[in-house]
C-alpha cells in the first residue's frame, strides 16, 4: 500500500487550535496552505444547531494518495536481495549458482583442485590434499616400488633399490660388486683381484691371469701355439705347437710324412705315426670337417708326369692309412699335383724339402655343434705304426 497523505484545509476564528488538535491527538502535521483546496466551507459562529457555542468550527477533509514503493530488503546491502541471497548477513557478489549468489567469492584456486592457493603447496598444478605442508594440493608423484627415487617407467630395476645411470639399461638398479681389474669376476673372489685374469674353479686361481692357456705346462709369451697343446721344442717357431693344428681352410702339420725314396710306401717310425696320429684325432674330435682333401706335392727333380704320379699315390697311401685307423673313407680324397705348386725355390736342398710335402685341405665344414663329452680314443689296429727314418727321402 502507498504511503496515506492527508490534506487539511481550515477556516475559522482560530485555525491554529484545529492544527494542534490533530498535531496533539494524531500525531499530524497539517497542511493549511494547499493550494488544491477541498470545497471548505466557511462557518460563522452560530449558524449550527447545538448547546452552546462553539469557540471554533471547521471542516476537514482527508484523503489517501499513492507514493514512492518500497524496495525489497537486502541487510546486508550488496545489491542482491534477501530473498535470492544465499548469504543474506554478508555482503558478497552475484553468481550463476543459486547457492553461491551474494556469498563473499571463495579464496584463490587456481589449479581447481579445491585447495586454496594460499595453502596450496603446487598452486598450478592439481592434487590431492595431504597433512604434510610441502606436498599439500601437489600431485601424486609417478609410481616407485622400491623408493630409490626413480620412477618405475623408467627403472631397468623398479623391485631393486638403485641408483641413477644414463645407460637406460642399468637406471636404477644397483651398483655391480667391486672389480678393479675389470676381469669380469668380482673382487670378493679375484684371486687376483688387481691383475685381469680368467674364471677358474680352483679358488685360488679365479681370477688371475691364465699365463698358460693351452695347458701344455709352455707358458703363452714362449708357446709358439698358446691356444694348443704341444710339447716343448728347442725351435722357438714350434715350440709348444701340436703335431697338427687346424688354421684357416687347413690341418696344418709341423713334421711330414717320411715316405720311401721314389715310392708311396709310408716308412715306418715314429715320426710319421704321430703326424698322422695328429691328422686323426683332429677329424675324430671334429665330425664338423666333412671333407678333407689330401694333397701330395714333389720337388721338380725328375720326370714332371712320374712325379704328379708319385704324388698321388703318396696321397693315396696317407687317406688308406687314415681309413685303416677309424677314418670314414667319405670324409676324404686324395689328389696329386707333382711339382705344380712348389712352396719354395727348387734351388736348395733345404727349398727342395719344403716342396716334398703332404697337405691336408678342408674341402666341407659344417657349423661346429655344441661340445659334448669325449667319447673313449679308439685303439687303432694293431699293425706296425708307420714311423720315421732317418734318410732323407727323394721324390
Known amino acids: 500500500m502507498g504511503a496515506q497523505v492527508v490534506h487539511v484545509e481550515v477556516t475559522g476564528k482560530d485555525g491554529t487550535k484545529l492544527q494542534q488538535f490533530f498535531s496533539d491527538v494524531f500525531g499530524w502535521s497539517l497542511d493549511t496552505n494547499n493550494p488544491g483546496g477541498y470545497g471548505m466551507y ?20 482527508l484523503e489517501w494518495a499513492p507514493g514512492a514503493a518500497m524496495a525489497p530488503p537486502d541487510r546486508d546491502l550488496d545489491g542482491i536481495i534477501d530473498v ?28 581447481g583442485d579445491g585447495i586454496a592457493d594460499a595453502s596450496d603447496a603446487c598452486p598450478t598444478k ?14 601424486l608423484p609417478p609410481p616407485d616400488a622400491d623408493k630409490d627415487g626413480i620412477a618405475d617407467a623408467s627403472d631397468a630395476c ?36 688387481e ?34 697343446a704341444g710339447p716343448a721344442s728347442p725351435d722357438p717357431k714350434r715350440n709348444g705347437c701340436p703335431k697338427a693344428i687346424v688354421t684357416g681352410n687347413q690341418i696344418k702339420i709341423l713334421d711330414q710324412v717320411k715316405f720311401k725314396s721314389a715310392s708311396s710306401r709310408i716308412l715306418p717310425g715314429q715320426e710319421s705315426a704321430d703326424v698322422l696320429m695328429a691328422v686323426r684325432a683332429i ?3 671334429q665330425p664338423n670337417i666333412k671333407k678333407v682333401r689330401v694333397e701330395g706335392h714333389t720337388d721338380s727333380v725328375g720326370d714332371a708326369r712320374s712325379n704328379r704320379k708319385l704324388s698321388a699315390g703318396r696321397a693315396a697311401a696317407v687317406v688308406k692309412w687314415l681309413v685303416d685307423h677309424g677314418i670314414d673313407r667319405d670324409r676324404l680324397e686324395a689328389q696329386g699335383f707333382g711339382p705344380d705348386r712348389p712352396i719354395a ?29 669325449a667319447a673313449p680314443a679308439q685303439t687303432p689296429p694293431a699293425t706296425a705304426p708307420a714311423s720315421v727314418s732317418n734318410a732323407a727321402p727323394t721324390p
Open 126 to 139: 592439481s592434487g590431492p590434499a595431504s597433512a604434510d605442508p610441502a606436498t599439500n594440493g601437489c600431485p
Open 195 to 228: 691383475e685381469a685374469g680368467v674364471a677358474d674353479a680352483d679358488p685360488t686361481r679365479n681370477g688371475c691371469p691364465d699365463r698358460d692357456r693351452d695347458h701344455d705346462g709352455i707358458a703363452n709369451t714362449e708357446d709358439a701355439c698358446p691356444n694348443d
Open 158 to 193: 623398479p623391485r631393486e633399490p638403485g641408483v641413477a645411470s644414463a645407460d637406460a639399461t642399468k637406471n636404477g638398479c644397483p651398483l655391480p660388486p667391486p672389480d678393479r681389474d675389470g676381469d669380469g669376476i668380482t673382487d670378493a673372489s679375484d684371486a687376483c683381484p
Open 42 to 61: 466557511r462557518q460563522d459562529d452560530g449558524l449550527t444547531g447545538g448547546i452552546g457555542n462553539p469557540t471554533t468550527r471547521g471542516l476537514v477533509s
Open 283 to 285: 677329424l675324430v674330435d
Open 84 to 111: 535470492a541471497d544465499a548469504c543474506p548477513s554478508v555482503p558478497g557478489v552475484p553468481s550463476a549458482e543459486p547457492t553461491r549468489n551474494g556469498c563473499p567469492p571463495p579464496p584463490a584456486d587456481r589449479d
Open 345 to 373: 725355390p727348387n734351388v736348395s736342398p733345404a727349398g727342395r724339402r719344403e716342396n716334398r710335402r703332404v697337405e691336408f685341405h678342408l674341402v666341407d665344414m659344417a657349423a661346429a655343434e655344441p661340445a659334448a663329452a
